[in-house]
């Protein structure tokens, strides 16, 4: 026995199997986890500005404490300052946008893999206790992150915490949760939900449902989000060209407002975690409500308003100047909701829901459309109608596609997108004092009112109209290839195929058919020189590789195609004209353009 494959008796550890944690315990353990290390990493750039820094004001303690007010805040907590020139204490609500990524990251993550550990089996944990035990985690951490920041010179408001907090933590983890669901569990999910409720709600739940069918919810969720995500990409393009235009201005304001390298840092990195909210006040700008800067002052396109006297920060370099907006202005910064009703209603009109299925299903090229939920037994296409032009064999979807569909659509759209726009501009905005400082930054109900707004007035009759032109090239597409496909089946019915049907004028013309029919599935160049019903290149004189190798017809067979044996082929004897013997009659420059069918007559050799 050799000693490297012996092993003697291993020590008993006192228990036969370890004892494993609950599951709850793990997910409890992932939120709290998260929200160390977003505390942490607060806590690691203040104590780097606080070393660096020449004239450090306070302690380590009280940069801790400052580290904690900033995580807090990222939250949407309101913190309240507590020593002020004017005497009360004094509120700052303005979430910096940039911060707040960090924890919706981090708690992401951990409901996603408190998600994975779950079992697929047990109904006992499903997403709303996966939510509940992460969110759980993560306040735990939070409270005691309230109790030891106060005592600084910003102080958490308990009454903002206390709703915000849970608040924050309950939607990531939630939506995170509901969003790792499979598709037929969240289905199985939203069954159950409407069993609990009483007849009358259930009722009402239903028929509002045969209107917003999950077709239209789905790309109406589509669009509003293209639609948001323009208005928002827009919204940095005007700040980003707003900055550099009064690039002097928003370098300037760095030396006087700080005096040392840390000073400049620490003001860097704030102007940078403050760039979100800038652009979500430029989209506001764009949609027409603007902005306030304090005392009932408005920054809008059609003019600004007088400010209160505020420091130069850098991003308030890009505040335009007291006055009334001029027509250059007024179409450059309408062009943002301007492309974005149009992108909502382009992604609305070429969707299933306003033209219906595509045409390569309707021509045979692509798949069926798979059986679910979403699918109803449809009727059956009319006598004499051509391939294509009804529904599907037995299938249809569910609520017809139409200008009614598309219409429901859009304003579905424009909700979704007018409450989203509603919800970031009022993240963005909030108080920096009291008095005329209590709100600054845009309104949140106008900048939703007039997003939802512009996405109607545009989007709509976008919509409708490329709704009406997908359908139209559709249609003129089908009716081509129909009639592609009778000329082919009428060609095919006499002894041969039609010359004309392999000339380039109609090959081309074939292509163009088929690529219009296959709904921007083949490629945009035009044909080579081939032949694509036999696979082989044509020659300049229209020949096939084929067609030269194929013997002319009736030319005699020569030795290598005769079986051993035989006697040689004497060939057909067919009546040749005066003067010309049978052989001369079948050479390869003979006219064969005698139809099989036809009888010939022979005639015995002389």
Do not use: I
């Not at 208005?231 to 235009?245: H, M, R, T």
């Not at 006055?323 to 969707?351: D, K, Y």
């Amino acid at each position: 026995m050799s000693p490297l494959t012996h092993r003697g008796p291993s020590l008993s550890s006192g228990r036969r199997h370890p004892r494993l944690l609950p599951l709850t315990s793990g997910w409890l353990l992932g939120g709290a986890v998260a929200a160390g290390l977003g505390l942490g990493l607060s806590v690691v750039v203040v104590l780097l500005l606080w070393t660096v820094s020449p004239y450090p004001v306070g302690g380590a303690d009280e940069a801790l404490r400052t580290a904690a007010d900033l995580w807090l805040l990222a939250h949407g907590a309101q913190l309240v300052r507590q020593e002020t020139l004017t005497g009360p204490v004094a509120p700052v609500g303005v979430t910096p946008l940039l911060l707040t990524a960090v924890p919706v990251w981090l708690l992401w993550r951990a409901t996603r893999e408190a998600m994975d550990t779950r079992p697929s089996t047990d109904d006992d944990y499903g997403p709303p206790e996966v939510a509940v035990w992460v969110s759980g985690g993560y306040l735990l951490v939070t409270a005691a992150v309230l109790a030891s920041a106060s005592g600084g010179p910003f102080e958490a408001d308990p009454v903002s915490a206390a709703c915000r907090l849970p608040l924050f933590a309950v939607l990531v983890t939630g939506f995170c949760a509901v969003r790792c669901l499979p598709p037929h569990a969240l289905a199985r999910s939203w069954a159950a939900l409407l069993a609990r409720l009483p007849d009358p709600a259930r009722s009402r739940v239903r028929g509002a449902l045969r209107l917003v069918t999950r077709e239209r919810a789905v790309v109406a969720v589509q669009a509003a989000g293209t639609a948001t995500v323009v208005l928002c990409a827009g919204g940095a393009a005007l700040l980003a060209a707003a900055l550099v235009w009064n690039a002097r201005a928003a370098f300037g304001a760095f030396p006087q407002l700080a005096g040392s390298a840390s000073g400049h840092l620490g003001l860097l990195l704030l102007t940078v975690a403050l760039l979100p909210n800038a652009a979500l006040w430029a989209t506001s700008y764009a949609l027409g409500p603007g902005f306030t800067l304090g005392a009932d002052s408005v920054a809008g396109p059609l003019g600004t308003t007088a400010a209160p006297l505020l420091p130069p920060f850098p991003l308030l370099a890009a505040v335009p100047e007291e006055g009334s907006g001029s027509v250059p202005q007024w179409c450059l910064t309408g062009l943002v909701p301007l492309l974005g009703g149009l992108l909502c209603g382009w992604w609305v009109g070429r969707s299933e829901v306003a033209v219906g299925p595509g045409p390569g299903a309707r021509l045979g090229l692509g798949p069926e459309p798979r059986p679910g939920p979403e699918l109803r037994p449809g009727p059956e296409p009319r006598p004499g109608a051509g391939p294509g032009l009804g529904p599907g064999p037995g299938r249809a979807l569910r609520g017809a596609p139409g200008w009614r569909a598309t219409v429901v659509t859009v304003l579905l759209a424009a909700v979704l997108c007018g409450a989203v726009t509603a919800l970031l501009t009022a993240s963005a905005s909030g108080p920096l004092g009291n008095g005329t400082l209590a709100h600054v930054g845009p309104y949140w109900w106008q900048a939703g009112g007039a997003a939802c707004a512009w996405t109607t007035a545009v989007g709509l009759p976008t919509a409708l109209w490329v709704g009406w032109w997908t359908r139209y090239r559709a249609r003129r597409a089908t009716a081509a290839a129909a009639q592609a496909v009778q000329a082919a089946v009428l060609a095919a019915q006499g002894h041969g195929p039609d010359p004309a049907w392999h000339t380039d004028e109609v090959r081309r013309a074939r292509w163009s058919v088929m690529k219009a029919a296959s709904g921007g599935l083949m490629p945009d160049f035009a044909p080579d020189d081939f032949d694509g019903d036999r696979g082989l290149e044509r020659s300049g004189t229209g020949e096939t590789e084929r067609e030269r190798r194929s013997p002319p017809p009736f030319a005699p067979r020569t030795d290598a195609d005769r079986k051993p044996g035989s006697a040689p082929d004497p060939g057909p004897d067919v009546a040749s004209p005066a003067g010309t013997s049978p052989r001369d009659d079948l050479s390869p420059s003979a006219d064969a353009s005698a139809r099989p069918d036809e009888t010939v007559q022979a005639v015995p050799a002389k």
